[in-house]
């Protein structure tokens, strides 16, 4: 069974030696003393903590699952307490604002710790998770009473946060939603509704939970131009900030899931629950988009957390398991068989597992860096910042959950039959991988997001923001024989991603359908070339760090993952762009009472 | 939930306009009366039987589990009702061999049976399922006395059967197996060993379950040459064919599994238990192979049937479901949103779930032809028909499970978060897929058979006997414009094939783990052109239909998911086909102790 080990020294790598961390946050102000060595020593404190306290409960959390009992939801062994050390330790605060008691680290680092809880378990790591986004919500759009209100205890772990979109009839299509709020007399209102899928919307790891909640005021437009935002406690708050009586908001019921068990997904019924108006009336939606950025980035990070995992559990399996010999001559003479990590199939679906995983954390923690310098670069910094951020972040999501996904099914394939059982902890990977490619938005609508909203329209500009940035680097790498073998693909597929995406622009504006027709191959094509970017990063750090230290193992495994990854993996591309070339009419030139059976 | 209605239309299509089964059992000794009218009335009585009796229990069976008290396995409610009445229709002795109480039907026809009863409810339909190979494995080896012992009461289905070769140490790798047979005075043997993994190894089905055992005789050759066949009842047999008093062998313990938790997967302690030799002594493992062959077309029917099931509960669920407006235009004006059927991403998943299915299908019955032409053909037609099988079986099972796996994964896609939640029944068919890709030898241990055994293994004189029938095919339908769009695809991958075979075969002179390097990516590749082959199969007769005929619909659907296939999942083979031919070095040429995180 599978414990999570912090990767720290391919953390170490990414942050320092790749993406020269240090260097970066030395230039923006405030971020001064996040330095390599403050960030690393940080992270080794949070590994202890992950490991000690987080993960030991990943399988026991999936075993037991969250009861609902008398409207009480309790949590599995050891969820409370592990929280209040989280809480004690001071981790929820870790990149809060310091004038609401946060530490006013870099968002990189508390990105990298959602990593960390999430690997070792990210059922667990959920309740904290949600409430990021609230906290980034209120933030921006909570008046300053609000934020002592709410704010300070959210920032400090004291209470946890939601997010309450979603209701039985609508979910991606929130402009049908029907929660309604009802202004009061004392400036309050009162939520009606049932909201449905609201993670972590009870639980007993906190005294408080701030529901941020999207609901109607009485007379706003139809659709989603009528929308407001409010902030819903479960328990009241008195005006000394201290826990009050029981606010009007139940769960009803705790969904039976697939996965993330331990989790729990809560059917939560407003019922004259008092709410708060968070920002203007009718601006809820947009507002909300704020919350939803931060938790795509959330999101994008599990793909990598149970890639890593996955791959932590099936290498120790390979380098076990006696099975057969090599092909290609006895490795092993000693033994019955040979540790199946002989196998060139076996290599292969652990390199593909250790491709996604290294590659997605360079990718996740390259967002990371993006959102400080769009908080804290200069204007100019800023402006590409964000507009590398609103390019990558559906990619990342939608990408490192479908590879997170797949190399989690190979984490069971190493094992063969002992993968399917659960007491191996491979299957369980699987199962809690699966939620990552549906919520926060699917697989599909990050895809729309991409193409429609990101790419074609903005006229192409935010593509080119980014492969900008590839093009600089394979300049900058161009006399290197050593990284011929990268940036010569490289550079190909980034103008080739130019060129196919003007082809779909083109034929979008004849048909919209096209834009669908091409949405998911787009998106994973795009996901390919942007990994096969960290990859070429990575290699040519490792080549110039070969030639000077003694860590050569560490070293040559990644020059050769980044070979495999080139070698193996992007060159899935060449299907997805022959695919995405035949355009729409092979899924749109049939009656919809054809399909059928 | 899905509730599974058997395709019939598309089940008749296959076997009677495409693969014209009446005409060709009409050619084979025995098989006359398997008329295209016999075989559709039976299979209408069957499709009536697994929809009121077997589909029903689908998920309850998943909730239930099965539960082991005091040494007895208790299977899900309802599940030994089912199969009483299963029995009582005749239902099992469908294409056994009349001699031994059997129906004398087609393969064909058995192999369906299995579709049908593991679409409505795969771990259900494990039971009589394990029957099969075991009765395969009998009429092959056993004496005639024991045939009548225990044949006669399998074919009836009075009693089921199972196949014991995993050890905890060993699976792929059986020549480790260490279980023990003693010979007794009496001519039988004592047993002594323990087997896991154990499909239907103990339950309350029937009243008596007869195992084939490998195990190892006293002074047998080490390694796989040391291996012989044994049954082994869990009651002993009185002369007179009664059950008698408890054998020696013991369920110890049920797996928890992933998925298929209906079907009982033990642990079975043989603890001195009589046995009976089957065959010649240490010729064990080869026996087996006639088993495992048959087992294998089982699992890869699994792939279609869940291909099959998700496609019905996502495509119920697309039709229905109202969320976003197209696109390119409203399509339902009454309505708050359109159908997410209109949107071109929907249609992409389901189109693939259909092509798989309905491709794996015509593959899978016409495999069920070649079993029946392999046991009724004359010499040449049998020649021809035992290689085309003995090539095309590891693509089978393991293609036919990876895209059912592809497909069971979308069809919870489709239903967004929803798809997620057990009550949707969706997450339970990725779940229950799962485990096709490992039993009966993994993905890769067929792609091993596949490219070492069966291609390189008879100097490509396999590979050729197909792709002269894939040639043929071509060459029939050449001068056709309207097939032109498949047919020019389909004839140069068919010649890339053997070309991309030889250089394979050229590098695995040299070095053997280049065979090992390609084998998984070249078995998925040969899949896709398989299935191209079928759906051009499929394309031609509907082209002719429509011409001729009134149900439009259906036919339109066939040419349109073609083409479909064609455009956007043959597409696949140019990575894979890339992949391959990077070699072996990017796998093999680090060191073990580099693979570390």
């Known amino acids: 069974m599978p414990e999570y080990k912090a990767p720290l020294r391919d953390m170490q790598f990414v942050i320092n030696e790749v993406l020269q961390s240090g260097a970066l946050y030395q230039s923006l102000p405030g971020y001064e003393e996040a330095t390599d060595d403050l960030l690393m020593a940080v992270l080794e404190e949070a590994a202890r903590f992950v490991e000690g306290e987080v993960a030991p409960l990943y399988h026991s959390g999936d075993e037991e699952g969250c009861q609902l009992n008398d409207g009480v939801v309790t949590t599995p062994r050891g969820f409370p307490e592990a929280y209040a050390k989280y809480v004690e330790m001071g981790w929820p605060s870790l990149s809060a604002d310091k004038n609401y008691g946060g530490q006013d680290l870099p968002n990189l680092l508390g990105i990298i710790m959602n990593e960390l809880t999430g690997s070792a378990n990210w059922a667990w790591g959920m309740y904290p998770g949600l409430s990021h986004g609230a906290i980034r919500t209120l933030e921006e759009h909570a008046t300053e009473e609000q934020k002592q209100q709410y704010l300070v205890p959210l920032i400090s772990g004291e209470w946890t946060g939601t997010m309450c979109l979603t209701e039985a009839h609508c979910g991606t299509d929130l402009g049908l939603l029907r929660t309604r709020a009802e202004p009061q007399a004392d400036g309050s209102y009162a939520l009606q509704g049932t909201k449905i899928f609201i993670s972590s919307g009870d639980h007993d790891m906190a005294e408080n939970i701030v529901h941020i909640v999207l609901a109607r005021l009485p007379d706003s437009p139809p659709g989603s131009k009528g929308i407001s935002l409010f902030v819903v406690p479960k328990m009241k708050v008195n005006a000394d900030g201290s826990v009050g009586e029981r606010n009007g908001v139940n769960c009803a019921a705790l969904e039976n899931k697939m996965g993330i068990k331990a989790s729990a997904t809560c059917v939560l019924n407003f019922d004259g629950a008092t709410g708060y108006l968070l920002g203007e009336p009718n601006e809820g939606l947009a507002a909300m988009f704020t919350f939803m950025n931060t938790a795509r980035i959330g999101t994008a990070t599990q793909g990598l957390a149970h890639a890593q995992l996955s791959f932590q559990g099936s290498l120790a399996y390979a380098k076990e398991r006696l099975q057969m010999r090599s092909i290609s001559g006895v490795k092993n003479p000693d033994g019955d068989a040979d540790p199946i990590i002989v196998h060139p199939d076996v290599r292969r679906m652990l390199l593909t597992q250790k491709a996604f995983a290294e ?239």
Chains 1, 2 share one sequence.
């Open 359 to 597: 590659g997605g954390r360079a990718f996740i923690y390259y967002l990371g860096q993006l959102s400080d310098i769009v908080e804290r670069g200069d204007e100019e910094q800023k402006a590409n910042a964000f507009d590398q951020l609103a390019f990558l972040t559906p990619i990342a999501k939608a990408f490192l959950t479908e590879t997170g996904f797949e190399a989690a099914s190979h984490g069971v394939q190493v094992l063969g039959g002992h993968g399917y059982i659960k007491e191996s902890g491979m299957e369980q990977i699987v199962r809690d991988a699966r939620i990552a490619m549906l919520y926060e938005g699917t697989t599909g609508i990050q895809a729309m997001d991409l193409i429609g909203r990101k790419v074609l329209g903005s006229g192409g500009q935010l593509l080119r923001t980014f492969t900008k940035v590839v093009h600089q680097f394979c300049q900058q790498v161009e006399d290197r024989d050593d990284m011929a073998e990268f940036c010569h693909v490289l550079s190909g597929l980034n103008q080739e991603w130019g060129e196919l995406t003007l082809k779909i622009g083109e034929a979008a504006i004849e048909n919209p359908d096209e834009a669908g027709a091409a949405a998911v191959d787009y998106l994973m094509y795009s996901g390919y070339i942007v990994l096969g970017y960290f990859w070429a990063r990575m290699a040519v750090v490792a080549l110039d760090q070969l030639q000077e230290e003694g860590d050569g193992s560490f070293y040559e495994a990644k020059i050769f993952t980044a070979r495999f990854y080139y070698q193996r993996l992007l060159t899935r591309t060449s299907s997805l762009r022959e695919a995405i070339l035949t355009g729409s009419d092979n899924l749109m030139d049939l009656e919809e009472q054809a399909f059928a059976f």
